[in-house]
């Protein structure tokens, strides 16, 4: 089974640092326990409210859980961009389903739709934090966001997934430049499924 997740810490510093690793090892120890769907994100909103230095620290994250061999996955967002999804015969698409509010919040109130989300069985998706997309592009105040992240996808599809990846980041820091380059942290998560796993 793959289980993957995505997700950024709000502010910058050491205690939003230690925050987010916290927050990982949690995440990890929570999917080996066997939690899922809800129950997972609802123990990780427990673990950041326990931790974070103040009430407005909240995290935002997409979960990714697929079984082997089939023909999709299941997706969670909590306040965080879609993904991309991508298919051996060089499509690309922009995943981005129902999802819940940020953690932290509204502690113990909120709800995290899982939603099935069809994919090739050699296919493959990329997660990304929002500081891929978040750059401003020129001179004003527009930003790259998913429809400029997509189309740049769409215009290296064929690639593989280092060059692929290294692509995107690196023409998402080019168009930031004028703008002052990319102001958040940038992470990128690429997954490829060979059809039998």
Do not use: K, Y
């Not at 980041?169 to 998560?189: E, Y």
Request: net charge negative.
């Amino acid at each position: 089974m793959t289980h993957a997740v995505v997700g950024d810490v709000s502010g910058h510093g050491p205690d939003e640092a230690a925050l987010g690793v916290c927050l990982r090892v949690a995440w990890r120890s929570f999917v080996l326990a066997g939690a899922r769907g809800q129950q997972l994100l609802a123990l990780l909103e427990q673990i950041l409210v326990a931790e974070r230095s103040g009430p407005e620290i909240f995290a935002t994250l997409t979960c990714l859980t697929r079984l082997p061999a089939e023909d999709h996955m299941n997706l969670q967002r909590a306040g965080h961009p879609g993904v991309l999804i991508r298919s051996p015969d060089g499509d690309v698409r922009l995943e981005e389903v129902p999802g819940g509010p940020v953690l932290g919040l509204l502690p113990g109130r909120m709800s995290w739709p899982v939603t099935a989300v069809p994919v090739h069985r050699r296919g493959a998706v990329m997660m990304f934090t929002d500081g891929l997309i978040e750059g401003r592009i020129g001179t004003g105040f527009e930003r790259l966001g998913e429809d400029g992240l997509l189309e740049l996808a769409r215009r290296h599809r064929h690639e593989a997934a280092d060059p692929f990846v290294d692509t995107l980041i690196n023409s998402a820091q080019t168009l930031a430049a004028s703008g002052g380059g990319l102001a958040d942290d940038v992470a990128v998560l690429h997954l490829e499924w060979n059809g039998a796993t």
